[in-house]
Nanobody, 117 residues
Framework: EVQVVESGGGSVQAGGSLRLSCLAS????????MGWYRQAPGKECELVST???????YYADSVRGRFTISQDDAKSTVYLQMKSLKPEDTAVYYC???????????YGQGTQVIVTS
């Protein structure tokens, strides 16, 4: 069964850090572009970051310089290191796997990030 499971969210004060993890099963990371989306209450789903199977990365302007995406193929895990968090980063974060059609928000449980000022 193809599945991604997100974890690592929580509540943190502005300026703090969190590391999100996405454990993939049913497919291999080196066969798929991976990424993270987020959705804040009352807002549209937003692409945060992606990493290709070749290691090329993309970041939304709102997180560039603060977030870092990486992956560990041996652990089938994608990470999103988030630093200098802002209240506007508050959202549910979803892992995406383009190869298997898991793209966007809402298809999994996601992981909640709350940043307080």
């Amino acid at each position: 069964e193809v599945q991604v499971v997100e974890s690592g969210g929580g509540s943190v004060q502005a300026g703090g850090s969190l590391r999100l993890s996405c454990l993939a099963s049913g497919f291999t990371l080196d066969d798929s572009d991976m990424g993270w989306y987020r959705q804040a209450p009352g807002k549209e789903c937003e692409l945060v970051s992606t990493i290709t199977s070749d290691g090329l990365t993309y970041y939304a302007d709102s997180v560039r310089g603060r977030f870092t995406i990486s992956q560990d193929d041996a652990k089938s895990t994608v990470y999103l290191q988030m630093k200098s968090l802002k209240p506007e980063d508050t959202a549910v974060y979803y892992c995406s796997a383009a190869r298997v059609g898991l793209v966007g928000c809402g298809y999994g449980q996601g992981t909640q990030v709350i940043v307080t000022s």
